[in-house]
Every structure is written in structure tokens, then in C-alpha cells.
């Protein structure tokens, strides 16, 4: 099992930029394939992106592809996502999940983000 903690959530306008964080501890950290998920009001949550435990492969949503970046540093057991040209419909809480297997068997707590437009 792993433990999961986001951070870097907000306020910002449309247009704007954030980068979420997401420390993991427990077992190690590079031998997950990790994603970021998000839940908006009154909807389902839904995947944003996932990457491979070495990083050489990432995946995104097509509602996301070419404005987030997800990354991760082992070293720093800490995953990443870049949120650039954020738009209204990207207000959600974020999770962030390590994949056991095939499926994303632990989470985060989440940490809001709001978009104004």
C-alpha cells in the first residue's frame, strides 16, 4: 500500500496555469504506474492522465492533451501535474492514484481547483 497526499489546488482565472503535487510514501514509490483522476460537482470522476513507473510513457484524456503535463521525480517519491491554459470545465477536486495490477488501488484525498472565468 501507498499513501497519497495532493497539494498545489486553488483559485485562478481561465487562462491561468497550476501545478498539482502528490507525495507518495509506503511502499516504493517508483514501481507504480500512477494517474491523476478528477471529480467535478455533480459528475462521475473521470481519468485526467497516467504515467509509467519510469516515466517514458504518459497518457491523457483528450480533454487534456496538449495543456497538462504529468511528470513524476522517484528520487523525491512525488508526482506531478502541470495544468496550463486551464478552463472553466477543468474545475474539479484532483486525485491522484497508484495502479496495483489493473486497477488504481490507492488514493489520494484530493485538493480542490477552481476555475474562474
Known amino acids: 500500500q501507498v499513501q497519497l497526499v495532493e497539494s498545489g489546488g486553488g483559485l485562478v482565472q481561465a487562462g491561468g496555469s497550476l501545478r498539482l503535487s502528490c507525495a507518495a510514501s509506503?511502499?516504493?514509490?517508483?514501481?507504480?504506474?500512477m494517474g491523476w483522476f478528477r471529480q467535478a460537482p455533480g459528475k462521475e470522476r473521470e481519468f485526467v492522465a497516467a504515467?509509467?513507473?519510469?516515466?517514458?510513457?504518459?497518457y491523457y484524456a483528450d480533454s487534456v492533451k496538449d495543456r497538462f503535463t504529468i511528470s513524476r521525480d522517484n528520487n523525491k517519491n512525488t508526482l506531478y501535474l502541470q495544468m496550463n491554459s486551464l478552463k472553466a470545465e477543468d474545475t474539479a477536486v484532483y486525485y491522484c492514484?497508484?495502479?496495483?495490477?489493473?486497477?488504481?488501488?490507492?488514493w489520494g484525498q484530493g485538493t480542490q481547483v477552481t476555475v474562474s472565468s
Open positions: 492514484a497508484a495502479r496495483t495490477g489493473n486497477e488504481y488501488a490507492d
Open positions: 509506503g511502499r516504493t514509490f517508483s514501481s507504480y504506474t
Open positions: 504515467i509509467s513507473w519510469s516515466g517514458g510513457s504518459t
